[in-house]
């Protein structure tokens, strides 16, 4: 298998070698690579029967496009790092030739797709009615409702149907999740806050199974964040290759800055599940240098440490923290956490019985307040369409 691939950046630069996602070509790390080139020698590729690399109709796996992708590397040490499948190609790389790999950056990937059912159904739609059928679906996958990459999107229409779907069905046949404990180059993992084809579940178990690993969520991004989220993840990526882990200084909406996958990450995920991807996006994009430690420390010891232990469930903690916020008069926090409830499977019901427990131990008007609040924030669901 042979891969077509362009070198760009100075001759005596180190080596990144960086993987696009499936439908794309090599063009999708275009936003990056004027700011990679000034520090890297940089490699692209493009995927079998995509951009300029010659079709292969069947018969191969991620293992074969990692060989392929070692094949066009001359130098004993270098970077790597892909989006979606690039990235599962980039952790292969990164298991198979653990001595050379210097850096890896995973953006937008899993070590294992989902189940493979969906991928074998998509591969035999591609084979009997073309990469086309899939046009509506992957715009929705790739990027939030208000963010055009039509440039992108334009890639599909050269993209050899049998090669999508040879790739598809790789992807289907593809777990490296007992491997990832194996890769020792430092590692970033990016995820899209809004990523619905590799959620942020599955850049948790990237990050907390590669040992040393940071994430960084970057908010409003779905699945094909280096393009949508630019700046954001040119950021990020420049900061980990360079050894300086930082966020975006002005706290203007950047990605939060990389960490190191312990507590901070599973207290993340359990931040957002109780309280929903836009709450957590507005709280990080509004993030400066002043609030950054606070934001760090509820997320790892009150999301962590608090909501993860096993002694109670989430609709109990949430009955507890209703209550205490009724009794210490915080109804801003009520509203909120009014929403978590329902996130955490109370019923609207369960809610009015907590408040009704209040009026006795928390006072009359405490609870007053409280039902005034949650009638509000129930409204305001109702009107959302919640």
Known sequence: MKLHHRVDGPAGAPLLVLGPSLGTTMEVWQPQLPALVDSWRVLRYDLPGHGGSAPVAAGFTIDDLARAVLDLVQTEEFAVGGISLGGAIATTIATRARHRVRKLVLCCTSAKFGEPGPWLGRAALVRGKGVGALVPTLKARWFTPDFDGQWVMDMLAEVDAKSYAACCEAIAAFDLTRRLAEITAPTLVIAGSEDPATPLDQALTLANSIPGAFLTVVPRASHLANVERADAVTTA??????????????????????????????????????????????????????????????????????????????????????????????????????????????????????????????????????????????????????
């Open 237 to 386: 990526m420049v900061g980990h290759l360079s050894g300086e882990h930082r966020a975006d200084p002005g706290g203007s909406g950047g990605p939060e800055a990389p960490e190191p996958a312990d507590g901070r990450a599973a207290g993340m995920r359990t931040r957002r599940e109780v309280l929903g991807d836009a709450h957590v996006d507005r709280a990080i994009a509004a993030t400066t240098d002043f609030t950054r430690d606070f934001q760090d420390f509820i997320t790892r010891y009150a999301w962590d440490e608090i909501w993860n232990r096993p002694g109670l469930d989430r609709r109990t903690r949430s009955c507890v923290t209703l209550t205490a916020l009724v009794a210490r008069g915080h109804m801003d926090e009520l509203a909120m956490h009014v929403r978590a409830a329902l996130r955490n499977g109370l019923t609207r019901e369960e809610i009015k019985e907590v408040l009704l427990q209040t009026a006795v131990y928390c006072g009359v008007p405490a609870a007053n307040a409280a039902f005034a609040v949650a009638r509000r924030t129930l409204a305001d669901i109702d009107a959302e369409g919640g």
